[in-house]
């Protein structure tokens, strides 16, 4: 998918690697970026309407954790502003094994949510033009860091849903792939909780070894979003951009 002139949602755009792309992908000149973040910065948004005029930039505060209606309800503002979504990017995440409920809440529940609720305009059984949706998942989907086992499990449940999506691609005319950096450098990896605290050092340990930064993570999933592979699963790490060829051991046959 050419970026250019497209429509993009960005759920979480305004984060580490969400700024970082951002950047990357108003560069590329779509038509308009709306941003959808819990956090504001009202800076950020500056900044990215400056480094590209023609791109209207756009914020509405969004936290994924809040109930599908109301999803639904942020959804139906940004479908009026815009009149069509080219592809919705599903980013937001938090790294903190002592909250495991959240964790949950956040990284599947929260793109779950918004997921089945633009399902509501893009699904070609509803007569919608289908879309693009690009989650943005993790390595830890394929191989845990095990010392945090529930953000690795939320990881691995987001990487499957994706999965899915890809194959009920001709029954909803929604295509989805997977975004997957290993340890890129922002804040959520410079310290956090491992579950039941079996490892204190966690990060420090993992910090020990090569990471990329949020700029190569960003330059790589814009390579993703115009490769625009249906069910790609995506490994940005270590500054590459390599897909993954996942293994099947059972086919349920339908
Ligand atoms: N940094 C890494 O090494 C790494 C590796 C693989 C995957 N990831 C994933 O990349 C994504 C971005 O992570 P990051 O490293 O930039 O961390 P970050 O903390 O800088 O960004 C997290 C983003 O998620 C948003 N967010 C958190 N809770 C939210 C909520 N309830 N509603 C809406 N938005 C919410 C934050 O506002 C922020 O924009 C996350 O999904 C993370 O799991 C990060
Ligand atoms: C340093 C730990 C990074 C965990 C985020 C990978 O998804």
């Known amino acids: 998918m050419a970026i250019a002139n497209k429509n993009i949602i960005f759920v979480a755009g305004l984060g580490g690697i969400g700024l970082d792309t951002s950047r990357e992908i108003v560069k590329s000149g779509p038509k308009n970026l709306v941003i959808l973040d819990r956090i504001e910065n009202p800076a ?24 599908l209606a109301e999803t639904t309800k942020l959804l139906t503002t940004v479908f009026a502003q815009l009149k069509t979504v080219d592809l919705l990017i599903n980013g937001a995440g938090i790294l903190d094994d002592h909250q495991i409920e959240r964790t949950i809440a956040v990284n599947f529940t929260g793109l779950v949510n918004t997921t089945t609720a633009i399902l509501e305009f893009w699904d070609k059984r509803k007569g919608g033009p289908g879309g693009v949706i690009a989650n943005i998942c993790s390595v830890t989907g394929f191989n845990a860091i095990y010392q945090v086992p529930v953000y690795s499990a939320s990881k691995a449940a987001v990487v499957s849903f994706t999965s899915s999506l890809a194959k009920l691609a001709p029954i909803t005319g929604v295509t989805a792939y997977s975004i997957n950096p290993g340890i890129t450098k922002t804040t959520l990896v410079h310290k956090f909780n491992s579950w039941l605290d079996v490892e204190p050092r966690v990060a420090e340990l993992l910090d020990e070894h090569p990471t990329q930064t949020t700029l190569q993570c960003a330059q790589n999933f814009v390579k993703a979003i115009e490769a625009n592979q249906n069910g790609a699963i995506w490994k940005l790490d270590l500054g590459r951009l390599d897909p993954v060829n996942w293994t099947k051991h059972w086919d349920s046959g339908i």
């Open 44 to 67: 950020a948004i500056a900044e990215l309407k400056a480094i590209n005029p023609k791109v209207t930039v756009t914020f509405y505060p969004y936290d994924v954790t809040v109930p």
